[in-house]
């Protein structure tokens, strides 16, 4: 029998970083939260290829927070790292950032997001276990199993 594969976190992670510019923005001349959302589960998506190695589809989108605005000129960092895995399914967990021209990163809205690997037929297909190698992912692990039985728990109630 093979043994499970298992990637780690490292090896998924993404860093993707805009410039906001005047098609970005909202009438109040702040970035628009649609944008961010697209640009959320564009990231999202990438962190799930990595490491699933196959396509991936969005199933869910928990906790996104808008903790600021971001405006013209800003550069905006978002950053997707793995923090859950089931048989087929994965959460990822997007932070995104305004970053100012020394490099200092203030928050901006964090996602969760959950999604599944399908093969070239979309039928969900198994992922790569995680490993966990320090006490933040460990933390984040036993978290997105709280936040997966609270998704089960909505999906039962139906919402």
Not at 6 to 29: C, D, F, W
Not at 35 to 46: A, F, P
Not at 107 to 127: E, G, W
């Amino acid at each position: 029998m093979s043994e499970e594969i298992k990637k780690r976190v490292t090896e998924s992670m993404v860093e993707q970083v805009y410039q906001i510019r005047p098609e970005h923005l909202n009438g109040a001349e702040r970035l628009f939260g649609g944008r961010l959302m697209e640009w959320i589960d564009e990231v999202g998506g990438l962190v799930g290829i990595r490491h699933a190695q196959t396509n991936v589809i969005t199933a869910s989108v928990d906790n996104l927070v808008f903790m600021r605005g971001a405006y013209q000129g800003d550069l905006v960092v978002l950053v997707g790292r793995m923090t859950y895995v089931g048989n087929t399914s994965m959460e990822v967990r997007v932070d995104t950032y305004v970053e100012s021209l020394d490099g200092i990163r203030r928050p901006i809205n964090r996602a969760y997001l959950t999604l599944v690997a399908v093969d070239k037929n979309d039928k969900p297909s198994k992922v790569p276990g995680l490993i966990i190698e320090s006490e933040s992912e460990k933390a984040e692990w036993e978290a997105g199993i709280k936040r997966r039985e609270m998704r089960k728990q909505r999906k039962e109630k139906g919402f």
